[in-house]
T-cell receptor
Framework: EAQVTQNPRYLITVTGKKLTVTCSQN?????MSWYRQDPGLGLRQIYY???????DKGDVPEGYKVSRKEKRNFPLILESPSPNQTSLYFC??????????????FGPGTRLTVL | QKEVEQNSGPLSVPEGAIASLNCTYS??????FFWYRQYSGKSPELIMS????GDKEDGRFTAQLNKASQYVSLLIRDSQPSDSATYLC???????????FGKGTKLSVIP
């Protein structure tokens, strides 16, 4: 089944404890992206990757890191989480990032709470 | 600044009625337009995409695009309680890697 998977789905952690949220897709998509969703603010892009080893900042990159060493995986790293990073996080992928007819598919989400 | 605006709602319609959801965007270079449905606590699910002016129909859903007026709309015919969700409008500029999302319109279909 074609899908985007994220792990963990739920995470409660404490301020300053490094964490990684994994994202994997099995559709051979070139483009992958991370979003956070907060009430009243909508979906905001954190980072995106156009292909292996090519990443760029989205609208809210502060406090996050990413890497793209393999085509299928795009982990999100919070080196020193803070309470303002408590949010619902989504990974998404699409076949080509720039293509006009490109549709983006979302993973199930990771609900992160930083105490 | 790229902006995508949606009425936050909630929009309430009776079962069987037509629900009309609207979205305006600020950048005339926008090329691709998408409607996502999101149930509470779930991930956005793509339901419609539209790239050319006019209407595009898929089952009970019709997307309408008017680039001159910079708006895109979604009509849901014969609305069902299961259509109750938040609908997100998303827009991509030509040549851009990024999707810009509106904040969504919450639809409630009353049985």
């Amino acid at each position: 089944e074609a899908q985007v998977t994220q792990n963990p789905r739920y995470l409660i952690t404490v301020t300053g404890k490094k964490l990684t949220v994994t994202c994997s897709q099995n559709m051979n998509h070139e483009y992958m992206s991370w979003y956070r969703q907060d009430p009243g603010l909508g979906l905001r892009q954190i980072y995106y990757s156009m292909n292996v080893e090519v990443t760029d900042k989205g609208d809210v990159p502060e406090g996050y890191k990413v890497s793209r060493k393999e085509k299928r995986n795009f982990p999100l790293i919070l080196e020193s989480p803070s309470p303002n990073q408590t949010s619902l996080y989504f990974c998404a992928s699409s076949l080509r990032g720039q293509a006009k007819y490109n549709e983006q598919f979302f993973g199930p989400g990771t609900r992160l709470t930083v105490l | 600044q790229k902006e995508v605006e949606q009425n936050s709602g909630p929009l309430s319609v009776p079962e069987g009625a037509i629900a009309s959801l609207n979205c305006t965007y600020s950048d005339r270079g926008s090329q691709s337009f998408f409607w996502y449905r999101q149930y509470s606590g779930k991930s956005p699910e793509l339901i419609m995409s539209i790239y050319s002016n006019g209407d595009k129909e898929d089952g009970r859903f019709t997307a309408q695009l008017n680039k001159a007026s910079q708006y895109v709309s979604l009509l849901i015919r014969d609305s069902q309680p299961s259509d109750s969700a938040t609908y997100l409008c998303a827009v991509r500029l030509a040549g851009s890697y990024q999707l810009t999302f509106g904040k969504g319109t919450k639809l409630s279909v009353i049985p």
